[in-house]
């Protein structure tokens, strides 16, 4: 699980903005680009071209 600080200071290489964590805690979301970033091993893989593009009623 990625520690609250860390969290804190990550943001989406893309657009620079704010990530959450999913509910199942196995990825960070971002909001404004639909795109979820997967956590591998405890270590989140911050590569756009890795992150998967979210559907409009997923969160």
């Known amino acids: 699980m ?3 600080e860390l969290l804190e200071i ?3 290489p893309k657009c620079k903005g704010e ?3 999913t509910e199942k805690g196995d ?3 971002c909001e404004t680009c639909r ?3 997967e956590i591998r091993d405890d270590i ?3 590569l756009i ?3 998967k ?3 409009a009623q997923e969160d």
Do not use: F, N, T
Request: with cysteine; hydrophobic share 55%; aromatic share 4%.
């Open 2 to 4: 990625i520690s609250k």
């Open 19 to 21: 990530l959450k964590m």
């Open 53 to 55: 593009q979210l559907d």
């Open 49 to 51: 071209d890795e992150a």
């Open 35 to 37: 795109l979820l970033y």
């Open 10 to 12: 990550l943001a989406c």
């Open 27 to 29: 990825g960070l979301i």
């Open 44 to 46: 989140p893989v911050m």
